[in-house]
């Protein structure tokens, strides 16, 4: 567990520490269902004390196994998102209703560690792509066959497939038929 020990820094406004840390996960919940995660989630990045919050910015990176969404194979998505979270304490004594909570963005801080985990599942949700392809110009499956067409063509006579083609047939034919 990635885990930042901030007591030293609650006291220092203006004060900032680095920090760098890598942790195995063995899956990613998606929208479109859970994925294995297949290189070690790394992070870095430094926490700034603002006087207000204390403020996380730096970088999750991982690998990602996906599924195409065109030829249904599996192929490795390296992942790199920028991580950017507040935290701020709840338990200020006399400090009753501070804003912070859902509506600011502000995660509530509870002790002198700030767990990571929330906020790098977070961000690395963010950077997946809404269309799994394994390259740009994936040819996906035959209709017919199911053949993956990136590995070669299939004996599926796909001229029948093209429609343009179909009418000048159908002229052809027509034009037999008058002669
Ligand atoms: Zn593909
Ligand atoms: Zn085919």
């Known amino acids: 567990m990635v885990k930042i020990g901030v007591g030293d820094l609650k006291a220092r406004p203006g004060g900032e520490i680095e920090f760098k ?9 998606t ?26 910015e730096g970088q999750v990176a991982t690998t990602l196994e996906l ?14 998102a920028a991580l ?3 935290y701020g304490s709840t338990k200020t ?3 009753e ?20 985990k929330p906020a790098m599942e977070e961000a690395l949700l963010l950077a997946i792509p809404m ?13 017919h066959c199911g053949r993956n067409l990136n590995e070669g063509l299939c004996q599926c006579d796909t001229r029948t497939l093209d429609p343009r083609l179909a009418v000048l047939e159908e002229l052809l034919r027509e034009r037999e038929g008058e002669s």
Do not use: M
Not at 23 to 29: D, I, M, T, Y
Not at 102 to 116: A, S
């Open 131 to 143: 269309k799994w392809l394994c390259r740009e110009n994936c040819r996906g499956l035959c209709p």
């Open 67 to 80: 599924t195409c969404d065109r030829c249904l194979e599996k192929y490795r998505y390296p992942l790199v």
């Open 97 to 116: 209703g501070t804003g912070i909570g859902e509506e600011t963005g502000v995660r509530p801080l509870v002790g002198d560690f700030i767990d990571l």
């Open 93 to 95: 004594p006399g400090e």
């Open 84 to 86: 950017e979270e507040e």
């Open 21 to 29: 840390g890598q942790e195995k996960w063995s899956r990613l919940a």
């Open 31 to 56: 929208a479109a269902g859970s994925v294995p995660v297949i290189a070690p989630v790394r992070v870095t990045g430094k926490v700034t004390n603002t006087g207000k919050t204390l403020l996380v």
